[in-house]
């Protein structure tokens, strides 16, 4: 902390693009504080008893590895091309066009040519080469083949882990070759070896003996929901009455653990707990907490396929416990591409549960037809279409919002006019950020797929750079002070991001505005919005701000 | 200098040499018919091989990148191309891919300047590519007349169209454009020419770029350079040409007197190309069709995807959870399966 951080136009006039003049497999890599994670704990490692839990640090020299670690990652690797299409065809045929080079926001925010993603897959396709094909191993080098050593280790760690999995370099790849997969793939390989990041290993193991990934247990978990109670009835007069593993209940509710955690994530906390209960109030709807399926992220799909099916299975086995009809998750990222393209493969199919209708407006959800599990944003949008939620959109007018698409629900959803959707119903000033930042080619907000530790900070405000840029783009044109998104991480990443790049904006989940907006059966005035900002205080600075405009 | 490209340059002349000095010393048969053959008996076995280990792989996940709308309520208008939700969707969007490279269109270009990025729409390489491709594609529908007697009539209006604009010096000294120039010969000349210079003039490209990726540009641009000399400068003998390619297709090779030695160096590279076609990156051809981010459809909550090799795996039930909590759950109030004298009871 002592550090003096380097001033965010230092930090842009640094970054250079062009590549250094030693070819890449010459320029050996440098494990820079600041922009790794520390090494996993072995007791976190050792919970779900993945492979070899051990003490090390990436900095040193011996990473104590196993033996014959060369031939663990050589029959892993093997193993996967065998188990997964999409590994092989994309060893096999990128053409290095380049397209993707400029696309990565680790690239745009560090300059280091590794993590283009062209680069960060060579990484891989080096060593395929040289292991699985006879033209690569006979021109070694020269084609870009090499034998798997620990330098070449080093380097897969240090650049798998400064990737966010985000996919925006597959959208724009002509063969959709797709780094998160590859991503993917190399961290299933390092895990092998017990490799992973701690930030990464000790979510994993809390989430699967304690239900999330924070580690709280359950009569803490209640205990917390109960202060945001207290908080609510505090601003709003309102007592709300959430509902524990009730069985029988409609439906259950999962959302990331991160939003009972920390600012600004709770006050989305707070804007379930407001919706549902109005929902039960005006329309008997009962909804659900769990604390054993109290976390909707998944940490796991940041270690192994098979890590995050055991983290995921909670969700259905849950929902079967308590009987209810379908199950409802919250604002996450990467909680959303896990339950949208893997939650019914891995664990489905889920035929104790219902195809999920809406009760209240009689929607019949025919898009999660066969996973059975609704977004919180899509049923808002539903709700607010067939006008059953009463909103009061003065309260969110000293807000200038704009939208942060995050990149799962983006590019492994397609969830883009949802939840523009719900913000244009509750708030008056809604701006977007230049097309090329936004939907499907928004940018990462540097810290996501389990980068978003506190030790890797300057890769962090290097990679939501990009993000950043936009977001001062319209504070600066429209006065935007608001940035809402839809992921647990966001939430917890961009105010940081923000606080150094463009000071004076302000992140929220939607659900937090939805709530502000809400009219509550019996409120009070609502003086404050949920942060406890007085409202009178807060439309006069936007008054001002606007008049000096 | 770089040592990849000037490698691959290498490699290309001496096959260039090697094929110009064969058949200069008399192994018309070994540049005309013995290779040919062994290339394409290469190129068949090579390509079938990598498609069916490429489909020995199974697709455990349904993991497409969704680049649209996805599928929602009837009021919500859906991206049907970019985030498709059926077989026809799956289809077009494939076909958009493979036709116009619909990803490669999106293409743009960052740019940092005074603290601001901005993202450019950069259209050359998409351009540069689909000049490449459809002017290659031209070019060898146009080379079925060589393999099929009579030519059919749709080659014959290819023909027309591809010799639309009509170039013609006819000075004496100077004479060209009889026969009627071809364009997509030249267009295919000049997008490898484009190619290849972006390759090695870009710094990120060429930093990433291998020998496998200069090696198949100089192949071809040796291909459509060698093509272009025989047609319009040393004038190849067309009759005798067709008699070779003939033998060759109906099993009856022979080897007409009088052929220059640039159609044996234009034949060897070609025979360069499609042998070693099934070993490099070229087998994008075939990978495009394969590649799980494009060929699935996007509302995969609403149809279940089956993994093949889906196994159980260890998980951490709710009971083995209350067990460890039950104390503190019944404290705080919160609902369990088990009182503790149940649970007690149950121990002994």
Redesign the interface.
């Known amino acids: 902390m002592a550090e003096a951080k380097p001033t965010p136009q230092d930090v842009l006039h640094r970054i250079q693009h062009s590549p250094p003049r030693s070819d890449w497999m010459e320029t050996p890599v440098e494990i820079r504080k600041g922009m790794y994670c520390y090494a996993a704990n072995p007791k976190s490692v050792a919970t779900l008893g993945l492979p070899h839990p051990h003490a090390w640090n990436p900095v040193e020299d011996d990473w104590h590895l196993p033996e014959n670690w060369q031939q663990i990652i050589h029959e892993g690797f093997k193993e996967r091309l065998e188990r997964f299409r999409s590994f092989k065809v994309f060893m096999d045929i990128c053409v290095r066009c380049g397209a993707c080079a400029d696309k990565c926001h680790y690239f745009i925010g560090t300059g280091d040519p590794k993590n283009m993603p062209v680069l960060r897959a060579e990484l891989l396709r080096s060593v395929y080469r040289n292991d699985f094909s006879r033209m690569g191993r006979i021109l070694g080098k020269l084609n870009g083949a090499r034998p798997m050593n620990f330098d070449v280790l080093r380097e897969w760690w240090y650049y798998l882990f400064q990737c966010s999995e985000c996919r925006r370099c597959s959208l724009f790849c002509p063969y959709g070759i797709d780094t998160a997969e590859i991503t993917i793939m190399g961290r299933e390989l390092l895990n092998l070896l017990g490799l992973n990041i701690d930030w990464i290993a000790t979510p994993v193991a809390n989430c699967y003996m304690n239900g999330n990934h924070l580690g709280i247990q359950p009569h803490a978990f209640k205990d917390m929901i109960d202060f945001f109670v207290d908080d609510i009835e505090e601003k709003t007069g309102v007592r709300v009455k959430p509902r524990f593993m009730e069985k029988g209940a409609d439906i259950l509710f999962i959302t990331p653990s991160g939003d009972v955690f920390a600012d600004p994530g709770t006050y989305t906390a707070m804007g379930y707990l407001m919706l549902f209960h109005y929902l039960e109030e005006k329309y008997g709807l009962k909804v659900t907490w769990s604390t054993y399926a109290s976390e909707g992220g998944n940490f796991g799909f940041f270690t192994s396929h098979e890590t995050m099916k055991r983290l995921n299975a909670k969700m259905y086995a849950e929902a079967k416990r308590l009987k209810v009809k379908w199950i409802l998750g919250g604002e996450c990222g990467h909680m959303w591409r896990v339950i949208h393209q893997y939650m019914d493969t891995m664990n489905g199919p889920a035929d104790f549960l219902e195809v999920p209708v809406n009760p209240i407006t009689g929607t019949r959800f025919e898009q999660a037809r066969s996973t059975k599990m609704v977004h919180l944003v899509e049923f808002t949008a539903d709700l607010l279409h067939h006008g059953k939620l009463e909103i009061d959109k003065r309260r969110n007018d000293y807000l200038n919002v704009t939208f942060h698409d995050s990149c799962n629900p983006s590019r492994g959803m397609g969830f883009f006019e949802e939840p523009r959707y719900v913000i244009r119903n509750v708030c008056n000033h809604f701006y977007e950020m230049p097309a090329n930042t936004i939907r499907e080619q928004t940018f990462c907000c540097g810290s996501g797929a389990g980068l978003n530790a506190g030790e890797n900070m300057e890769l962090r405000l290097a990679g939501g750079l990009p993000r950043a840029n936009a977001v001062q783009h319209v504070h600066r044109k429209y006065g935007v002070n608001m940035l809402a998104c839809i992921c647990a991480i966001d939430r917890a990443a961009l105010p940081a991001l923000m606080d150094y790049w463009v000071p004076g904006v302000q992140v929220t989940g939607v659900h937090e505005l939805v709530a502000n907006a809400l009219n509550l059966p019996g409120q009070n005035e609502r003086t404050t919005n949920l942060r406890g900002e007085e409202f009178e205080e807060l439309m006069a600075q936007a008054e001002g701000h606007t008049d000096e405009g | 200098m770089n ?2 490209y000037l ?1 691959a340059f290498l490699v290309v002349f001496v096959l260039f040499l090697a094929a110009g000095l064969g058949s200069a010393v008399g192994l018309q048969w070994l540049f005309g018919v013995v290779i040919p053959y062994a290339a394409v008996i290469v190129f068949v076995a090579g390509f079938a091989r ?1 498609v069916l ?21 009837d ?5 049907k191309i ?2 498709p939700s059926g077989g026809w969707g799956v289809l077009l969007r494939l076909l958009f ?1 493979v036709l116009t ?1 619909r ?2 269109f ?5 740019r ?1 300047k005074e ?3 901005a ?1 450019q729409l950069e259209i050359f ?1 998409w351009v540069g ?1 689909l000049a490449f491709h459809y002017a290659f594609l031209t070019v060898l529908l146009r080379h079925t007349r060589f393999f099929l007697e009579p030519t059919p009539g749709c080659i014959q209006l290819l023909e027309t169209l591809d010799s639309f604009f009509r170039v013609e010096i006819l000075y004496p000294g100077i004479q060209f454009g009889l026969p009627a120039v071809y364009l997509s010969g030249f267009v295919l000349l000049l997008a490898v020419v484009y190619l290849t210079l972006r390759r090695i003039l ?12 200069y090696f198949p540009l100089l192949l071809i641009f040796g291909i459509a350079l060698s093509g272009i000399l025989m047609r319009y400068v040393t004038k190849v003998d067309i009759r005798a040409v067709k008699e070779l390619t003939l033998g060759l297709v109906t099993f009856r090779p022979t080897v007409p007197e009088g052929i220059g030695a640039v159609f044996y160096i234009h034949l060897f590279l070609v025979s360069v190309l499609i042998a070693y076609f099934p ?3 070229l ?2 051809l075939g ?2 069709f ?5 060929n699935l459809r ?10 093949p ?2 196994y159980p ?6 009971e083995e ?2 067990e ?2 039950r104390e ?2 019944i ?5 369990v399966e088990k009182e503790l004298a149940e649970a007690a009871q149950e121990k002994e």
């Open positions: 040592k990849r490698f990598k280990n490429w489909a020995a792989s199974p697709v455990p996940f349904a993991i497409p990148t969704t680049g649209g709308q996805g599928r929602s309520f009021w919500i208008p859906q991206a970019d985030n891919e490279f990803s490669l999106r293409n743009t270009r960052m940092l603290e601001k990025i993202y390489l590519a870009i710094p990120a490209v060429r930093y990433v770029s291998l020998v496998s990726d070993y490099s990156k087998m994008h990978g495009i394969l590649s799980p981010t494009r996007g509302d995969t909550r609403a149809y279940r995807h089956v993994n090799w889906n795996v260890p998980v951490h039930t709710y959870y209350e460890e909590f503190k759950m404290e705080a109030g919160l609902p």
